[in-house]
């Protein structure tokens, strides 16, 4: 297989972030997060900012996603009055995502990627989660946030249900059930390498298919 790319989701304070950084540069790969703003906003030709606004917010809609789990990526015209809405600034990021997988082996963050790039149609994709208990991620936050316990406690409360509202708007489905996922990884039990060590196992196994 010529092309392998890893999707991961995680919850804040877990090191997702970290691990996708460190497998870039274990495997020789490229690591996108924001970028992908910028290469579906060079695409498109909509400003940035607006596809930041989506990453910040969600609401209850309609998903995007058949109940079949699989993405249509259908564009809205330049225009049409609906080219700047969040569903379109969420296909464009879609649009970017499958163009990377067809490209080039890679690691992407968060984003739906496991979803965008569903197992029917991307077999050269291995889709991780990566979670930890509730304490490792307070204590892992409060090394990256200058704030109280308390307002770190409903940071990652926030946090949690943003990205589970932001899912279940563009997908349908929920941001953290295993079965959407090939690896699903608790940092708190496994260690940052103990992660990295499976994900670059699992990577090289469907490299060799």
Known sequence: MENV????????????????????KKLGIHYYDKDIIRLASEDSGIHERLFGRVDEYSSARPPLFGKSGVYTGELIPPQS???????NLFTYQAKTIKELAVKESCVIIGRCGNFILDK?????????????????????????????TREIERFLEKDDKRKKEYCKRFTGHDWTDPSFYDLYLDTGVLGYEGCIAEIEKAYHELAAK
């Open 5 to 24: 790319v890893i999707t991961i989701a995680r919850e804040y304070g877990s090191g997702g972030r970290t691990i996708g950084g460190m497998l870039s």
């Open 81 to 87: 009055k609906d080219f700047t809405s969040d569903e």
């Open 120 to 148: 029917e149609h991307y077999p050269n994709v291995l889709r991780v989660f990566v979670h930890a208990s509730w304490e490792f991620r307070m204590q892992e936050s409060a090394k990256k946030l200058s704030k109280t």
